[in-house]
């Protein structure tokens, strides 16, 4: 059986949180596993907002150092461990960070050293360790885990490879996941991340009727319940004789799912090697800004183009809808969920805002081949089923 896969927006603006938009923070969900990426500042309410329980946090990804993506780190960790209860603060530092499963947290320098600093100077002693794995650069500087806190374990120095790729160490129960990163261009460094699922069994229907065909045979031969085969190829993925001298043969094996993050980038290119020529399930970029009916004329003043808005977008390190647009044509994915949403553009129901986010998502849309039910708009707390295929 597929495992569950989802994804839950938790905040979906930039730079400035608004009453509709909380900061950036992205939920993806393997099987009831949380695997978060980014955690702005008050990730922890939408948490309280959402279904999701943040004890189901396993691994946190980091796109890159600026505020709107990781000031609710350290508050996020406190909240998760309960360590504002005072029946587990006194214990929390008796435990052995060794005997515990660590919160594995990833992204780009200086994280590791912030995140330190920022829980030893608020006094904060975590109910469960973490690890912090550096995504370093030949000429970043290197945190040898000296002087750690004390629920910190020494994390990964992962240095860039030769093909400007990292390749993630993935601890725990998601063995067979792999998790590359690339360095994507924006104002400062920052991250795009890349998960791949690994394969699933073929469907098995096709087999059926060749069991039904020899129940009888199959039964005389000693094997109780014949259907039993069908659990047997999917564990093993090797044919089976049968006594009418047919031969179960397994199915191909299922595709499984690519789902791509994006930190805040003006070009994403850098990723596309690690893609390696799959098409992704889901695509979730940035669009920042946009021309819509918000920039209506006013006295005086001159309707920017499309140009001048994506030109503006790029000086600052950002997209627009058209550029997200035709990244997802470039790399050929299956969805594009578009978010980190200018504090300009609403995330509640109301009429206007409703308008104006399809305005945005029909700027992707005419991009992208009028792919029309292929493309969505983020708001807070929406849940997105991404299915295999």
């Known amino acids: 059986m597929v495992a569950p896969m989802d994804i839950t927006f938790l905040g979906?603006?930039?730079?400035q949180p608004s009453a509709t938009r909380n900061h950036q923070a992205i939920a993806l969900r393997i099987d009831g596993e949380i695997w978060l990426f980014d955690c702005g500042e008050a990730t922890q309410h939408q948490f309280q907002k959402s279904k999701l329980k943040m004890s189901k946090i396993t691994r946190i990804f980091i796109t890159h150092m600026h505020g709107d993506h990781c000031f609710g780190l350290a508050p996020l960790l406190c909240s998760m461990t309960d360590n504002l209860n005072p029946a587990n603060s006194s214990t929390a530092i008796e435990k052995d960070p060794e005997d515990q499963m660590p919160i594995d947290i990833y992204g780009p320098t200086p994280l590791r050293s912030w995140l330190r600093t920022t829980l030893k100077s608020s006094y904060s002693n975590l109910g469960r360790p973490y690890r912090v794995h550096e995504l370093l650069h030949a000429d970043d500087p290197i945190d040898l885990n000296n002087d750690r806190h004390p629920n910190e374990l020494p994390g990964k120095n992962i240095m860039i490879d030769n093909?400007?790729?990292?390749?993630?160490?993935?601890f725990g129960q998601q063995k067979g996941f792999r998790v590359h990163a690339a360095p994507i261009e924006h104002s400062i460094p920052s991250l795009g991340y890349v998960i791949r699922e690994p394969d699933w069994p073929g469907k098995l229907d096709s087999l059926i009727p060749l069991i039904k065909k020899n129940m009888s045979a199959l039964k005389a031969s000693?094997?109780?319940?014949?259907m039993s085969l069908l659990g047997k190829?999917?564990?093993?993925?090797?044919?089976?004789p049968l006594p009418d001298g047919t031969t179960l043969i397994p199915p191909p094996l299922r595709p499984g799912r690519l789902v791509v993050i994006l930190g805040d980038t003006r070009d994403p290119s850098a990723l596309i090697p690690a893609l390696q020529n799959?098409?992704?399930t889901l695509l979730v970029h940035e669009a920042t800004n946009a021309l819509t009916s918000l920039d209506a004329v006013k006295e005086?003043?001159?309707?920017?183009?499309?140009e001048e808005v994506e030109e503006r977008a790029k000086s600052h390190g950002?997209?627009?809808p058209q550029m997200a647009a035709q990244f997802a044509k470039r790399i050929n994915c299956k969805k594009l969920i578009l978010t980190h949403f200018s504090a300009r553009y609403r995330g509640d129901e109301e009429e206007e805002a409703l308008k104006v986010m399809e305005e945005i998502r029909a700027l992707a849309v005419g991009v992208w081949d009028q792919r029309d039910k292929d493309v969505f708009c983020a708001r807070d707390l929406w849940v997105y089923d991404i299915k295999l295929e």
Not at 233 to 240: A, C, F, L, S, V
């Open 12 to 15: 979906t603006g930039s730079a």
């Open 163 to 170: 093909d400007r790729l990292f390749t993630l160490p993935i």
């Open 222 to 226: 000693g094997l109780a319940n014949p």
């Open 233 to 240: 190829i999917q564990r093993t993925n090797e044919p089976y």
């Open 278 to 280: 799959t098409s992704p």
């Open 300 to 306: 005086g003043v001159a309707l920017p183009t499309f």
């Open 318 to 320: 950002h997209s627009t």
